[in-house]
């Protein structure tokens, strides 16, 4: 079974620019979660879709957007790009959403490494 | 929302030793995860806890709810275990997602 794939694995943007990083989840598993990883922050929840549907979305701007498409795939969105959102951006994915006391084993995908100059 | 806590944040062991990795947290959970990430950035999934005790290989994970408290346990220390693991904790569905704590860098010299 193919794991988690996330493209582009790096990539280079300057200030200001727009960028999109995908992620395909493993072959039916319906829920995608995005991370931020940086040396200051840490690993910071950025979002979690279920079935074309944001459940939960963490303390990030409004630069910060994703979405799901029928097939669970998912995509990510950062506008007017900033020099600390230059950072490892992770998805893992799962056979279920997070709920109540049902939560499920996390599988993640390599990364998309952003840096912006 | 909830404060992770990790402790060490950098530990350095021989080849052959018992490592423990520890685990604090402020609010009730409904799971913890032990992740486990490599030079380059790949994060693998060690363990899922609500309760009780896992063991996978020389890898034991223990958590006690009533303390918020969760121990990583590597048995018979290998180099290859040199990676930073990472406790996360799942408040259950709610809007926070997953928090993390900031990790412990794992060196294991032969």
């Known amino acids: 079974k193919a794991g988690v794939t996330q493209t582009p694995r790096y990539l280079i943007k300057t200030r200001g620019q727009q960028v999109t990083l995908s992620c395909s989840p493993i072959?039916?598993?319906?829920?995608v979660s995005w991370y931020q990883q940086t040396p200051g922050q840490g690993l910071q929840f950025l979002f979690e879709y279920f079935s074309e549907t944001q459940r939960n979305k963490g303390n990030f701007p409004g630069r910060f957007s994703g979405r799901q498409f029928s097939n669970s795939r998912s995509e990510m969105n950062v506008s007017t790009l900033e020099l600390g959102d230059s950072a490892l951006y992770l998805c893992?994915?799962?056979?279920?959403?997070?709920?109540?006391?049902?939560?499920?084993?996390?599988?993640f995908g390599e990364g998309s490494r952003l840096t912006v100059l | 929302k909830n404060e992770v806590e990790q402790s060490p944040q950098n530990l350095t062991a021989q080849e052959g030793e018992f490592i423990t990795i520890n685990c604090s947290y402020s609010v009730g959970i409904s799971a913890l995860h032990w992740l486990q990430q490599h030079p380059g950035g790949g994060i693998v999934s060690l363990f899922m806890?609500?309760?009780g005790k896992k063991k996978h290989g020389r890898l034991i994970a223990t958590i006690n709810i009533q303390e918020k408290h969760s121990s990583l346990h590597i048995t018979a220390s290998h180099p290859r275990d040199s990676a930073v693991y990472i406790c996360?904790?799942?408040?259950?569905?709610?809007?926070?997602?997953?928090?993390f704590g900031k990790g412990t860098h794992l060196i294991i010299q032969p």
């Open positions: 072959s039916g598993h319906r829920s």
């Open positions: 996360a904790v799942d408040s259950g569905g709610g809007a926070d997602g997953l928090t």
């Open positions: 806890l609500s309760s």
């Open positions: 893992a994915s799962s056979p279920q959403p997070r709920s109540g006391t049902n939560t499920g084993e996390l599988f």
